[in-house]
């Protein structure tokens, strides 16, 4: 008699379910580590102070193609006074930030004098912030130069009229604009001066803080870690879902055995493979 | 539907305008000094002043000097202080050793510019300096502009104290 094989017993439902939730668990892990850790730097920001630290990544900074403006420069005795975008720097030492474009810069009275176009403002030669002017009012026209006559006093150059000054900017006095050297601007940086102005300029805005969120959310790698994070959220959920779905099938399992053993077993023996049996 | 579409236009309407430039400095102090031309002069924070600065703030003072305006027995000054990340500028002017008026320049935050407005910087009208660096009357703070609230109050410290040492300061004003 020609041997019978049996077919192979299904698999059960819920073995099957708790396999997916077995593999959909292992690939969710990594999300939840990421997820956790990056979660828990978020809630200790300010203890952290993750929204007061710049990245200095090249690598990190690249993923934000931080467009670089070109710097404006102007070369004075012992200093370079510099403005990339609205950032303001002594040779490579960021002193701040002004919406205004830069037009000049002077060292006058042992101190550092930036002209913007609507104030100026004094560093003392360790490009620490003396005082924050504003002329407008005073004279009208936006600040175009600043330079020094020929006695050392500071000069301001505004809509073709010069102004004789010092650095308390009591008095504003006028005088031939023909009689003062006004410092031209020079856009020649040396490269490895301009990289670390470049470098500062791109982490200024971006914060530890800001790459964490965008590494939480996915956003770090544009569209598609936002995919990416979506489809774990899913992930997880599913996971969850199928976790309480399993415990709660087992409690169910439990409580039909104890009330009718025979009825329902607790395990159930299935044949791993197929059976074969011979007949004669 | 109608009532909330309104909600929302004046919601979207009033937003955008919390933060800016309310009055230039220049503008503060010709309003201040409207009939006379006030004197303008710095005041340099070094040595004890700079300690004092530190124990009214908490930290030093953004500029190595300020400058003010005077005349008579008031001064006017512009100061800036920051509330959670960004700097508020404020015009303060003292009268015979009193605050005669406070108001915000410049909010560059999204929060807290509540300030502002003149319901919160009415109660720092006639406040004075007390023993210890604190403000004579009790300031009510506004709930979600904590920050913006502490700031100026570290202000109105602080221009008080810097007009202490002053000229213009009165030394028979009456407490």
């Known amino acids: 008699m020609p041997m019978q094989t049996q077919p192979p017993k299904k698999r059960s439902r819920l073995f099957s379910l708790f396999l997916w939730h077995r593999y959909i668990g292992l690939v969710a892990a990594v999300f939840v580590i990421l997820l956790s850790i990056t979660g828990i730097m978020l809630n ?7 929204d007061h630290t710049p990245v200095k990544s090249a690598w990190i900074l690249s993923l934000y193609n931080i467009e670089i403006p070109e710097p404006v420069s102007f070369k004075l005795e012992t200093h370079t006074l510099s403005q990339l975008g609205d950032q303001l720097f002594i040779n490579e030492t960021p002193v701040g930030e002004s919406a205004s474009r830069l037009v000049g810069g002077i060292d006058a009275e042992g101190m550092i004098v930036a002209a913007f176009a609507a104030e100026v403002r004094l ?21 175009s130069a600043v330079g020094k006559n020929a006695d050392g006093h500071l000069i301001l150059l505004a809509g073709g009229q010069a102004w004789r000054t010092d650095t308390l900017f009591e008095k504003l006095i006028p005088v031939n604009p023909a009689a003062a050297t006004f410092i031209a601007a020079n856009t020649t940086l040396n490269n490895a001066v301009r990289k670390q102005l470049e470098r500062h300029y791109a982490g200024h805005d971006i914060t530890l803080e800001r790459v964490t969120l965008d590494l939480h959310s996915g956003r770090l790698f544009g569209a598609f870690g936002v995919v990416v994070a979506d489809i774990a959220a899913i992930l997880l959920i599913i996971l969850a879902a199928s976790g309480v779905w399993l415990w709660g099938l087992r409690k169910l399992k439990a409580r039909l055995h104890h009330r009718h053993p025979r009825k329902h077993p607790r395990h159930k023996h299935k044949a791993k493979y197929p059976v074969t049996t011979n007949r004669e | 539907m109608r009532p909330l579409l309104i909600l929302l236009l004046l919601f979207y309407s009033i937003t955008p305008a919390a933060r800016g430039v309310y009055q230039t400095p220049d503008d503060f102090i010709a309003e201040t000094f409207s009939h006379t031309a006030p004197d303008n002069t710095v005041l340099w924070l070094r040595g004890d002043v700079k300690r004092e600065i530190n124990k009214i703030l908490g930290h030093d003072y953004a500029t190595l000097r300020v400058r003010y305006w005077g005349n008579g027995k008031r001064t006017a000054w512009v100061l800036e202080e920051i509330g959670k990340e960004k700097p508020i500028t404020v015009g303060l002017v003292i009268n015979e050793n009193r605050i005669e008026k406070i108001r915000v320049l410049e909010f560059r935050e999204i929060r807290g510019w509540e300030v502002r407005h003149a319901f919160f910087t009415d109660q720092f009208t006639n406040a004075e300096l007390i023993p210890g660096h604190g403000l004579s009357q009790p300031i009510d703070s506004i709930t979600g502009a904590t920050l913006s609230v502490d700031a100026l109050k570290r202000l109105a410290e602080l221009a008080l104290y810097f007009h202490s040492l002053t000229p213009y300061a009165d030394a028979n004003a009456a407490t």
């Open chain 1, 44 to 50: 200790h920001t300010s203890q952290l102070s993750l």
């Open chain 1, 123 to 143: 560093y003392t030669t360790d490009a620490e912030l003396v005082e924050k002017l504003s002329l407008k009012r005073r004279m009208n026209t936006p600040l």
